[in-house]
């Protein structure tokens, strides 16, 4: 069993900043890329960014140059640093990991509860 469990969210004044973290645990043998999501009241999910197990990174382009994706492979954790936070970003913000569990078997998917961000204008 693999949980993955957000923090960080919270009411913040546009122009803001906030920083979410993701923490795994459980039954881990090696966690691939991570990646944060985030969906708005009637809206699809949609990525926000992603970073490889080697730390390689994507963004969204509506986040780039504010947010900043990073990770602690030590610690099976993944952040996301949001600066310049808009209304637009007020979302709930899930947190998902490629998680393999076995070393012969192959990686699946995992979600966190998500963690709501509300930007105020």
């Known amino acids: 069993q693999v949980q993955l469990v957000e923090s960080g969210g919270g009411l913040v004044q546009a122009g803001g900043s906030l920083r979410l973290s993701c923490a795994a645990s459980g039954s881990i043998f090696s966690i691939n890329a991570m990646g944060w999501y985030r969906q708005a009241p009637g809206k699809q999910r949609e990525l926000v960014a992603t970073i490889t197990s080697s730390s390689s990174t994507d963004y969204a382009d509506s986040v780039k140059g504010r947010f900043t994706i990073s990770r602690d492979n030590a610690k099976n954790s993944a952040y996301l640093q949001m600066n310049s936070l808009k209304p637009e970003d007020t979302a709930v913000y899930y947190c998902?990991?490629?998680?393999?569990?076995?070393?012969?078997?192959?990686?699946?998917?995992?979600w966190g509860q998500g963690t709501q961000v509300t930007v105020s204008s």
């Open positions: 998902n990991a490629g998680v393999q569990i076995k070393y012969y078997l192959r990686p699946s998917d995992y």
